[in-house]
């Protein structure tokens, strides 16, 4: 007979890019200690993530999913998750006002601690160390003490994410996302750009649109959605020790949420349909991404989608495509077909960064604006033609300003990389590429109305 699931049934399978503790009493002791710890989320609230997802696949909502490539301890700071936070609002209007549905918004924030990594050893001058996991895992400074991995790490990247979360949920819930003073959003190192006076342009548009409507008695004090907005948080379920802890059952429904997040993604490299990952996250009601590169067989992915939503359930399920801007045009419509012949109601959200990863002249990791626009611009393309809705995008951004990623307006080169190379894993959109890349989508979305 086959066993019934629980958060453990997974350690039967292949579990892909996990570490090796080399103490196990101790990954124990953590486990434990994890098991009693608060949640970060309520399921009331994964299930109004859910609902909203429907939006989406249904053509009525845009997911906006955004935030850090790799959460760092180093750099853990109010400021940088406040300037995050305030990107994030601005590309959602942006993005709001121009298709007139709502966006749905997901930080890649508390809880984006462990990474997959295409090499599990990292050499340098001739010396070769274990891969850098994420700071859940190891630490990224090179020497062999810091590659060991610490289970307690966990414990520490719980407590990042839970002050994180308790002040996202302040930012969203707090007067801060008010539409009366988003005269006040641009962050000041974007203001003069062309970026901060085309949201300048738009803030005053928006602001005459509230007046008005303050005019005829509608205001922040009568909508609750003109001054607070929802704001849900999301991470990669790579780290199963982690995540399974904090698996429990709602009571109210007696179903099994990951309370450790509302949503969570599986990666393109641990996609697998007989993996750990995917009999991990076949339990969960929580909704489920799955990252889908060009390695991606379009029969498998049908059968993953199948055994983590078996009954169907709109919202659910979330296809972040990243196929590169070369190979998007070839593999994604096959994708599509195949999906769409089985009715099963995903959200199509685009992710133009992890497949655009170059290696510049000068040794830095990084990606080209150029590559990501055209993904983003195929993306839509492909959807137009085969008739669905492109439903969401997928970005690695920061709202510093970082020089990670070549081009934009700012024409960022290869030799200002060096000057704020600030990641911990991929090269992110700094808060003007962000707001440009916003405007470019929004032209896109226009497009579809
Ligand atoms: C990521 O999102 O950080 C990531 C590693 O993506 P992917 O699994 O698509 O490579
Ligand atoms: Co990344």
Not at 98 to 123: D, T
Request: glycine letters at 6%; proline letters at 4%.
């Amino acid at each position: 007979m086959k066993e019934k699931w629980n958060p453990y049934t997974w350690q039967k399978k292949v579990a892909l890019h996990q570490p090796d503790y080399q103490n196990k009493v101790e990954l124990d002791k953590v486990v434990k200690r994890m098991k009693k710890l608060p949640p970060l989320v309520f399921a009331g609230e994964v299930r109004d993530l859910k609902k909203e997802l429907c939006k989406c696949s249904e053509g009525k909502g845009f997911l906006l999913q955004a935030g850090d490539c790799a959460e760092s301890f180093a750099e853990f700071n109010p400021n940088y998750i406040r300037d995050t936070f305030r990107v994030i609002m601005q590309m959602a209007v942006i993005l709001s006002f121009a298709s007139g549905v709502p966006v749905i918004k997901i930080g890649r924030l508390a809880g984006q601690f462990a990474k997959p990594r295409s090499s599990p050893v990292e050499e340098k001058n001739g010396k070769k160390l274990p891969s850098y996991l994420g700071d859940m895992i190891n630490a990224i400074e090179f020497n062999e003490k810091s590659r060991i991995p610490d289970p307690l790490r966990m414990i520490q990247a719980y407590n990042q994410a839970a002050s994180t979360q308790n002040l996202l949920r302040a930012f969203a819930y707090g007067g801060y996302a008010d539409l009366s003073t988003i005269q006040n959003w641009n962050l000041d190192f974007v203001k003069k750009s062309k970026q901060g006076s085309d949201f300048k342009l738009l803030a005053n548009r928006i602001s005459e649109c509230l007046n008005f409507m303050d005019a005829c008695g509608i205001n922040n004090k009568s909508v609750r959605q003109l001054s607070e907005t929802n704001f849900f948080i999301s991470h990669e379920a790579l780290l199963l020790p982690y995540e399974s802890a904090f698996t429990r059952v709602d009571s109210t429904t007696g179903s099994w949420y990951n309370v450790s997040a509302h949503m969570v993604w599986i990666g393109d490299r641990t996609r697998k349909l007989n993996g750990a990952h995917i009999e991990f996250c076949k339990g969960l009601s929580n909704p489920i991404g799955i990252k889908v590169g060009p390695s991606a067989d379009p029969d498998e992915l049908v059968k993953v989608i199948e055994t983590l939503n078996p009954f169907k359930e709109n919202g659910k399920i979330v296809l972040i495509v990243r196929m590169g801007s070369n190979d998007i045009d070839k593999f994604l419509p096959r994708i599509i077909t195949k999906v769409e012949k089985k009715k099963i109601n995903v959200v199509w959200s685009c992710d133009p960064m992890h497949a655009n990863t170059e290696k510049s002249k000068s040794g830095y990791k990084t990606r080209n604006f150029r590559n990501i626009l055209n993904e983003v611009k195929s993306f839509f393309k492909v959807h137009k033609k085969m008739g669905t809705y492109a439903g969401g995008i997928h970005l690695e951004m920061t709202g510093q300003n970082v020089t990670e990623c070549i081009g934009g307006l700012q024409k960022i080169s290869d030799k200002d990389l060096s000057s704020r190379y600030h990641t911990h894993c991929d090269p992110r959109l700094n808060a003007s590429q962000s707001i440009e890349l916003s405007f470019l989508i929004a032209s896109y979305l226009k497009n579809l109305k």
